[in-house]
Each structure stands twice: as C-alpha cells, then as structure tokens.
C-alpha cells in the first residue's frame, strides 16, 4: 500500500510541477497581479475600479455608436445582473447614463457622461503609467513584441475554438 501511495505522490508532483501547470500558472499570476496594481492606482487616484475604467473604455471607443447594457456585459465577461449592478454604481457616481433604446424599448443603451469622459481620461493616464511600468518595461523590446504577438495568437485560438 506505501507503495502504491508513494507512487502516487510522485505523479501528482510530477503533473504540479509539469512546464504547462508552472508556465499557465506564472501568466495567471502575472496578469492578476498586474490587475491589481492596475484597479489599487485607478482607486486610489481616480476614484474608480479597473472594471469601471473597462466599461468607460468601450463607450469611448466609438463615439456616438450605440451600446447595450448586454453587450457591455458579453464583452466585460460578467452576468448580466453583475452588469446591472455595476452599471447602477457608475450612474450614481455620475460617469454614465441609460437611455431606452429607439429599435427596443426593453434594451438599455449606456453612454458616459461628460464626467465619464473626463474620469476615463484621468484613468487612461494611470492605466498607462502601471502597465508601461510593470507589463513593458521590464521586457527588451523584441520580447515585448513577441510576447504582445504570442498573446493574440493565444485569443484567436480561443475565439476560434469558441464559435
């Protein structure tokens, strides 16, 4: 039985310690940390969390163009009533505002506000600072090239395994 059990520890060490566990472990860790210094900065200097700031960059993306709550939902990854109560926070505090849509009177489009513009810009400033400082550059250039590359191709894959 020592045996058995002996020989199992040495396969679930080797699977925890295997170069896919270790190399998928160290980018999660590595983008959840730089997540949080990213949301840590946006608080503390802008008054607003790093999923505020996404939301604010997709109504700024492009102007005048029309965005559903869900879309903002799809695209954030998060439920649609995590939406609705991240959306609520946002239009209390000023950055955003609903408007029935004219095609749907069931569909809530969001645009920013005039103080959402100005927070996101503010925000887009600290977002910059902590991602040029912990994500660039620590990197030569090429490796930030190529790492940048490698990411997209990673998300096409997902994409294209996802439809």
């Known amino acids: 039985m020592n045996d058995t059990i002996r020989t199992d520890d ?3 060490a080797r699977a925890a ?18 997540e ?20 604010l960059i997709r109504l700024c993306r492009q102007p005048g163009e029309d965005v559903s709550q869900r879309q903002l939902a799809d695209d954030l990854t998060l439920t649609s009533s995590g939406t609705t109560r991240l959306i609520d926070r946002m239009e209390e505090a000023g950055l955003v505002r609903r408007l029935p849509s004219p095609e749907d009177r069931r569909v ?25 400082r912990y994500f660039v550059d620590p990197l030569d250039t090429g490796d930030y090239a190529r790492l940048t590359h490698a990411l997209g191709e990673i998300d096409n894959a997902l994409r294209e395994d996802a439809g």
């Open 10 to 12: 040495e396969a679930a």
């Open 108 to 132: 809530a489009l969001v645009e920013p506000t005039t103080q959402g513009r100005t927070a996101f810009l503010q925000a887009a400033d600290v977002h910059a600072r902590v991602v040029q």
């Open 36 to 55: 949080q210094r990213i949301d840590t900065a946006l608080r503390q200097e802008c008054g607003i969390s790093h999923t505020m700031m996404e939301v």
């Open 17 to 34: 310690n295997s170069e896919l566990v270790r190399g998928f472990g160290l980018l999660i860790k590595s983008a959840t940390r730089l």
